[in-house]
């Protein structure tokens, strides 16, 4: 039997990764993409000859059931969204749409086409929010401090009730921050690493960060994207929690970047209070522990390790299109 995925949201980096672990499980992998004006495979640019892109749109049912009669897959990683926190506050009715009922017509899709469909739904550790407990289990009660978290609530309990109603084979994965080279530039990690670069290089000399204070569980993306493939391998459906186990603040972000390149970040770094958001989410730490027993996952890319690899990544991407466009770096 053919094991044929299909990832929503496969040109953003967490598909991006996921790709290349089904291809490499020899799985045929079929993408789900909006029509847009402008392309956006950046990330997958050296896949699309190994993959399959759809066109579809969370937002449209008839397109999600046109797509899964066609692709007839036996995994669905719904990992669209609107995934930008801050975004979430000046679009919220766009962000419920996306990640709270484009979540529903999907799971609806797939329960009127094929309940036998494996199905794995993106969920996020900002739903814990203003934490109830630390560290954040999959028991931990949810509070979330944004529109965003409260998409992925309902996103995450539609999941749940899916599976508890029709018997779907559906999972979510509450995945704490994972990051990596191929990371948006609008989300932290990824600021500093390029603002750190182009400081480096010369390109710029001042980099603005909001709450320095705030504290993530980071870890790597290609490490977090083999736990939602586990996920669906399982005998039973089950949520679980992936994370590292540590948490670091923003400042130690910006220590071991800066540290990275050879420079004083205190000479650089301006705190901008326009950054702050309106409700923060102060202190996120995962407990991984029924992922590591039950299916025996755990992370391989440490916090340094993969700060200094996006620093390093940013760092020969702008060397590189310095030279293309003949532009001195110091």
Not at 28 to 53: C, F, K, Q
Not at 251 to 272: T, Y
Not at 280 to 289: A, K, M
């Amino acid at each position: 039997m053919t094991k044929r995925a299909l990832i929503t949201g496969i040109t953003g980096q967490d598909g991006s990764y996921l790709a290349e672990l089904l291809l490499a499980e020899g799985y045929e992998v079929y993408g789900m993409i909006r029509r847009l004006s402008a392309p956006n495979v950046w990330r997958i640019e050296h896949l699309l000859d190994r993959i399959t892109l759809k066109p579809a749109d969370l937002l449209d049912q008839l397109s999600l059931l046109r797509l899964i009669e066609q692709v007839q897959p036996i995994e669905i990683y719904n990992l669209a969204a609107m995934s930008f926190v801050p975004a979430s506050w000046d679009q919220p009715m766009l962000t419920g749409e996306f990640n709270s009922q484009g979540v529903t017509r999907l799971l609806d899709a797939v329960r009127r086409i094929d309940p036998k469909i494996r199905f794995y739904q993106a969920s996020s550790s900002e739903m814990f929010g203003k934490v109830r407990e630390v560290p954040q289990t999959e028991l931990t009660p949810f509070y979330p401090r944004s529109p965003y978290g409260v998409s992925k609530v309902f996103a995450h309990h539609i999941t749940v009730n899916y599976r508890e109603s029709y018997g779907l084979f559906a999972v979510s994965g509450m995945l704490f921050n994972h990051e990596s080279p191929r990371r948006g530039l609008e989300f932290v990690t990824r600021k500093v690493t390029d603002g750190v670069a182009r400081i480096k290089l010369g390109m710029q000399d001042k980099l603005s960060i909001g709450n320095m204070d705030a504290q993530r569980d980071w870890g790597f993306a290609a490490d977090y994207v083999r736990a939602m493939w586990l996920m669906l391998q399982q005998d039973q459906p089950d949520d679980f929690v992936i994370a590292t186990g540590v948490s670091h603040s923003v400042k130690e972000l910006i220590e071991v970047a800066f540290a990275r390149v050879g420079l004083e970040w205190q000479k650089h770094v301006w705190q901008d209070p326009a950054l702050i958001r309106p409700a923060e989410v102060d202190h996120l730490l995962g407990d991984s522990t029924k992922a590591r027993e039950r299916f025996g996952w755990k992370p391989h890319v440490d916090f340094k390790e993969l700060v200094e690899m996006m620093v390093d990544a940013d760092l020969e991407r702008l060397s590189a299109a310095a030279s293309a466009q003949r532009i001195p770096v110091r």
